[in-house]
C-alpha cells in the first residue's frame, strides 16, 4: 500500500476459483467502460469479509476491466476512527478457466492501484497535503519502482527563474516545489520522450481575489492534475512500458498573505515570457506555464501533455463526466482521445482559434492571464506559447476530477481522472 494510502480502506485481496454457486454475477454486455462501471457499481454492493464475483465466460481483457472496476469501486478515503467495513476478500469465480487470467488479474490490481494512489493524493486534506509533503509522497511512491524522483525547492526555483510557480506559493507559509520524476528503463524506445505536467496547488483560497467560501471546500482536490499524472508514471513504471517518460509537477498554495502576489503584477516565466495578473484566481495556468516552458526548453520532449483542474468553464461546457482536451498535434490528439475511450475517461477536443489571441493581450506583458471567455479556450491559448515548437496537449478536468457522490467506479471525493488515460496512452507508444 503506498504510503500516502494508510487513511483509506484497505484494498481488498482478490483470489481466482473455480465456479461458486453464490458468486455474485457481473454483467460483461457492452463496451469494456461499460464493465469497469458495472463492476464498480457492483462492488459498492458486497458485504464486509468474503465476497465472490462470477467473471465465468470472461476473456483476460475484460477481465482486467472487471478487477479495475471492482477495486475502484471499493475505494473509500476516511478518517473516521470506526470506518464502516467492506469486502476484505473477492474471490473471482470461474477465473480459473480463463486463459491469462492471472496476468490479467495483476495488470488489473496495478492500474487500479496506481488510480487510487492518485485519488489519495488529492483526497488528503490541505492541512497535511503541503507543497513538501506531495514531493514526500512521490519520492515513497515512485522510488522504489526505479523512477529518479528530483525535488527542486524554492532557492532552486528562483535560481532558474519559475516567476508563475514563486508568485502562487509566495502567499503561503509552506513554500513551493517542482517535482520532476524519470521513468527511462533500459531499451526503451527510441525518438520517444513523453513529459506530462500536472497541475499541483494542494489549496487554492484564490489568493487576493478570494474564492467564496463554499467555492472552497473542494479545494485541496485542486492538485488533481499533480495526483493524476503520479500516478500515471506509477503505473507505467510498475508495468514496466518501455517509454521515456518525465512528471513534472509545479507544487504550490495559493494563500492570501502579506506575501501574496497582486492584481497588476507582472511575473516572469522561466524561459523568460511576461505575464501580467488580472486575477490571482487564475493561478493554475502560472505555475503550469513555468514547468511547460523548462520541459520544452531543457528536457526537449517529442510531445508534453499537462493536466489541471483549470477552468469553470470547462465543467460548464462539458459537464462532470468529460475532460476538455485542446492539441496542437493531431496524432497526439488522436491517442489521448483513443485512450479516453478505452478506459472510460472520455475526453472532446476542442478549438484554439486564432481570432481569440487577441483577448490576451497586455499593454506591458506578453499576454494577460485573465482573458475571459471562453475561458476554457483562453486558458489554453495562453499556455500555448510556452510549449515552443513541441507537440503539445492540455486536458482540463475541472469537471471530472471531483465526484460528489459514488456513482459506478468513482468514489466520493477525487476520481483520478487522467491517470489510468494516461497511463494507457502512453502504453499505446511502446
Do not use: C
Not at 500516502?4 to 457481473?26: E, F, K, V
Not at 527510441?190 to 463554499?214: E, S
Not at 506555464?289 to 483549470?310: F, G, H, K, N, S
Amino acid at each position: 500500500m503506498p504510503p500516502a494510502a494508510r487513511a483509506r480502506q484497505p484494498t481488498p485481496s482478490l483470489a481466482a476459483t473455480a465456479a461458486s454457486g453464490d458468486a455474485r454475477p457481473l454483467d460483461a454486455r457492452g463496451s469494456l467502460p461499460a464493465l469497469r462501471e458495472a463492476a464498480g457499481a457492483l462492488a459498492r454492493k458486497l458485504p464486509a469479509g468474503r465476497s465472490a464475483v462470477d467473471v465465468a465466460g470472461l476473456d483476460a481483457e475484460q477481465l482486467q476491466a472487471a478487477v479495475e472496476g471492482l477495486l475502484l469501486g471499493t475505494y473509500r478515503f476516511t478518517l473516521a476512527t470506526a470506518p464502516e467495513p467492506g469486502p476484505s476478500r473477492i474471490e473471482l469465480a470461474g477465473a480459473d478457466a480463463i486463459t491469462g487470467a492471472a496476468e490479467a488479474i495483476a495488470r488489473g490490481q496495478l492500474v487500479a492501484g496506481a488510480a487510487s494512489w492518485a485519488r489519495t493524493l488529492a483526497n488528503t486534506r490541505s492541512n497535511v497535503k503541503t507543497p513538501a509533503w506531495l514531493a514526500r509522497q512521490a519520492v515513497a511512491g515512485l522510488e522504489p519502482l526505479g523512477v529518479d524522483v528530483t525535488v527542486r525547492d524554492e532557492a532552486w526555483l528562483a535560481e532558474k527563474k519559475f516567476g508563475g510557480v514563486l508568485a502562487v506559493g509566495g502567499g503561503s507559509a509552506a513554500p513551493p516545489r517542482l517535482i520532476e520524476a524519470r521513468w527511462k528503463p533500459r531499451g526503451a524506445r527510441q525518438g520517444i520522450h513523453v513529459a506530462l505536467v500536472g497541475k499541483g496547488i494542494t489549496f487554492d483560497t484564490g489568493g487576493v481575489n478570494r474564492k467564496p467560501g463554499a467555492a472552497m471546500n473542494t479545494m485541496y482536490t485542486d492538485m488533481s492534475g499533480g495526483a493524476a499524472v503520479l500516478g500515471a508514471l506509477q503505473a507505467i513504471a510498475a508495468a514496466r512500458v518501455p517509454v521515456h517518460v518525465t512528471a513534472l509537477v509545479p507544487a504550490a498554495e495559493n494563500m492570501l498573505s502579506g506575501g501574496s502576489f497582486r492584481p497588476g503584477d507582472v511575473v516572469r516565466h522561466h524561459g523568460g515570457r511576461t505575464s501580467e495578473i488580472g486575477n490571482t484566481d487564475a493561478e493554475g495556468r502560472l505555475v503550469l506555464a513555468d514547468a511547460i516552458a523548462y520541459a520544452a526548453a531543457t528536457l526537449r520532449p517529442t510531445a508534453i501533455v499537462d493536466v489541471a483542474t483549470l477552468t469553470g468553464a470547462a465543467k460548464m461546457a462539458l459537464g462532470l463526466r468529460t475532460g476538455g482536451l485542446f492539441a496542437t498535434s493531431d496524432p497526439v490528439a488522436a491517442g489521448l482521445l483513443a485512450a479516453g475511450e478505452a478506459t472510460g475517461e472520455p475526453l472532446w477536443r476542442l478549438p484554439m482559434p486564432r481570432e481569440y489571441d487577441a483577448l490576451l493581450t497586455s499593454p506591458i506583458a506578453d499576454a494577460t492571464n485573465s482573458a475571459g471567455n471562453p475561458g476554457a479556450t483562453t486558458a489554453a491559448i495562453f499556455l500555448r506559447p510556452f510549449a515552443r515548437d513541441v507537440e503539445w496537449a492540455h486536458l482540463d478536468i475541472a469537471g471530472p476530477a471531483r465526484a460528489a457522490a459514488d456513482d459506478g467506479l468513482r468514489s466520493r471525493g477525487a476520481t483520478a481522472f487522467g491517470a489510468r488515460l494516461l497511463h494507457a496512452w502512453v502504453t499505446g507508444l511502446a
